[in-house]
Nanobody, 122 residues
């Protein structure tokens, strides 16, 4: 069973840091773009950052300058280092990835993780 599993969320004070991890597991032939989204309570899900296997990371304005996305191909893992966190960053953070699950040449399928809660106290 192919899945994405996030970890690293929790409660942190404003100004603090957290590092989220997301591991892809199962029968996977390759991984294209990996990304982090977040969804505050009562609001729409929004893209935070994305990274593919070749190009530079892309950061959205929502947390630009305070986050760093990276990936470890051997571990099939994408990370999100979050610094100088603010109460407005409180949200469920979701991992998203385009995974090659049928062969190395078949179209990628898009998967979501179950999310990890990040709460920033003031």
């Amino acid at each position: 069973q192919v899945q994405l599993v996030e970890s690293g969320g929790g409660l942190v004070e404003a100004g603090g840091s957290l590092r989220l991890s997301c591991v892809a597991s199962g029968r996977i032939f390759g991984i294209n773009t990996m990304a982090w989204y977040r969804q505050p309570t009562g609001k729409q899900r929004e893209l935070v950052a994305s990274i593919d296997s070749r190009g530079p990371p892309i950061y959205e304005d929502v947390m630009r300058g305070r986050v760093t996305i990276s990936r470890d191909e051997a571990k099939r893992t994408v990370y999100l280092q979050m610094d100088n966190l603010k109460p407005d960053d409180t949200a469920i953070y979701f991992c998203n990835a385009d995974l090659l699950t049928h062969s190395a040449w078949s179209p990628a399928r898009n998967y979501w993780g179950q999310g990890t809660q990040v709460t920033v106290s003031s």
